[in-house]
């Protein structure tokens, strides 16, 4: 019964990722709604694992939504992204922490890339036009739709507590 349980919660918490991935490429919103409830589900998870380190996720759940709203203050993240990144981190602790925060950041860089391609294409009209070296600075007034990269993050925090279980 238990291993079914935290079976669900993980798949209802990788489902809310995805939802806030679907929510941010649609809207560039995510709505507090999606982060609370990652958040909430953390707990009756956490109890049916007792050697989680619930107080280390707490401590570093909240030390990067002190650092998520201080990015968020001078305009390099959105709010929404801070409060996903939190909530995400709740689930990965101490144990899945760094690869988390790294594999996030290794799939925004790829995202930006993509967009930024993407982007040059439909501009140039082709590839090749679109590779010739110049500024786009259009581009880079663009904003990206960050929730889908923390999204993959969480997957990974998923993917392995499942492996873990």
């Not at 801070?82 to 760094?98: D, F, H, N, R, V």
């Amino acid at each position: 019964m238990e291993t079914w349980l935290g079976n669900a919660l993980l798949f209802t918490f990788g489902g809310l990722c995805l939802l806030a991935a679907v929510s941010d490429v649609r809207s560039f919103t995510i709505p507090n709604r999606l982060s609370l409830a990652i958040a909430a589900l953390y707990p009756a998870y956490a109890l049916l694992h007792p050697e989680i380190d619930w107080l280390g996720a707490l401590i570093v759940a909240t030390a990067v939504l002190a650092v998520g709203f201080g990015l968020f203050a001078f305009n390099i993240l959105g709010g929404g992204d801070a409060k996903l990144i939190a909530a995400i981190m709740l689930w990965a602790g101490t144990e899945y922490g760094l690869a988390f925060i790294v594999l996030t950041a290794l799939f925004g860089g790829i995202q930006s890339i993509v967009f930024w391609l993407t982007h040059r294409i439909r501009a140039a009209g082709s590839l090749r036009m679109a590779l010739v070296p110049n500024l786009d600075e259009d581009f880079l007034k663009t904003s990206i739709p960050y929730g889908l990269a923390i999204a993959g993050g969480g997957l990974f925090v998923m993917l392995s507590r499942l492996k873990g279980s």
